[in-house]
């Protein structure tokens, strides 16, 4: 039977304390871009990968307890962060997902787990249906499959214009295509997701900017999986409720 955590509880205890992450950074050179990367712990790997507009910073709440217990792997997607971009060539899903197989083959990475946030949720998907020997456990929170399953895609779409009509030196080019990728992409179909065979949990907050039925039809697609809704958190769970979120997720990867 599939499992499902409606959680009721506000707050569980766990003596978190948030490790500000520091300068012992690498790079990779990675399909045309040189990917920053961090490692923190020993064991086995767990690959953690952030949202659109960020980098691996979102993560810092999460760092100092899960490298307790794996080999945390921090990786700032092309264009975000320290990472470099490269110009001319559109940033799609596919792209970043090709990025991070390659990265772990540098790092002598044969298999992860995998924690994903937001469009690092979607990269998590999207490998583990296209890489599956390679993902051990998947966590993809606050994820969604096509456009139409996120909120406020009129606004995206606005956005995106008013920066292509004050791009005439081309210094929003990088915004235009961060804010396009979640604009067109991804593009799956719920059936898609019935070839993941990795042990997946799907999060999202009780006010996510993702869909609620969306979120629940991706869990109820995926065989096996779980579901953890989290209450009084919006998108940004990891962030604003961070204690909760990683004893859920330490649960899982752990069980």
């Known amino acids: 039977m599939k499992k499902i955590f409606f ?20 790079y990779a050179d990675v399909n045309g871009v040189k990917l920053f990367y961090e490692v923190y712990g020993e064991g086995e790997p767990l690959l953690m990968i952030h949202g659109n507009g960020g980098s691996f910073a979102c993560f810092e709440n999460q760092v100092a307890e899960f490298s307790k217990h794996f080999k945390v792997v921090l990786v700032d997607c092309r264009g975000r962060g320290n990472s470099s971009y490269q110009k001319g060539v559109e940033l799609t899903f596919d792209l970043q997902v090709e990025d991070i197989n390659i990265f772990l083959d540098k790092l002598n990475i ?15 998907l ?54 396009n990728l979640d604009f067109k992409y991804p593009n799956l179909k719920y059936s898609d997701l019935n070839v993941i065979k990795s042990k997946t949990l799907i999060i999202a907050g009780d006010h996510d900017e993702i869909k609620g039925e969306h979120t629940l039809k991706i869990y ?6 779980q579901l953890a809704i989290l209450p009084n958190s919006s998108h940004s769970a990891l962030i604003e409720n961070p204690t909760l979120f990683n004893e859920i997720v330490l649960r899982f990867l752990m069980q």
Not at 116 to 121: A, K, P, T
Not at 220 to 225: K, L
């Open 220 to 225: 109820e697609s995926i065989p096996d999986a």
């Open 7 to 26: 959680l009721i509880i506000a707050t569980i205890s766990l003596n978190v304390s948030a490790q500000k992450l520091h300068e012992n950074g690498k």
């Open 110 to 124: 044969k298999k992860t787990n995998i924690l994903g946030w937001s469009d690092g949720g979607i990269i998590g």
């Open 126 to 179: 999207l490998f583990a249906i296209k890489y599956p020997e390679k993902v051990n456990k998947l966590v993809s929170s606050g994820a969604n499959i096509f456009p139409d399953g996120a909120l406020h895609q009129e606004e995206l779409e606005k956005w995106i214009t008013e920066l292509e009509n004050n791009n005439k030196n081309h210094e929003n080019d990088l915004a235009i295509d961060l804010n």
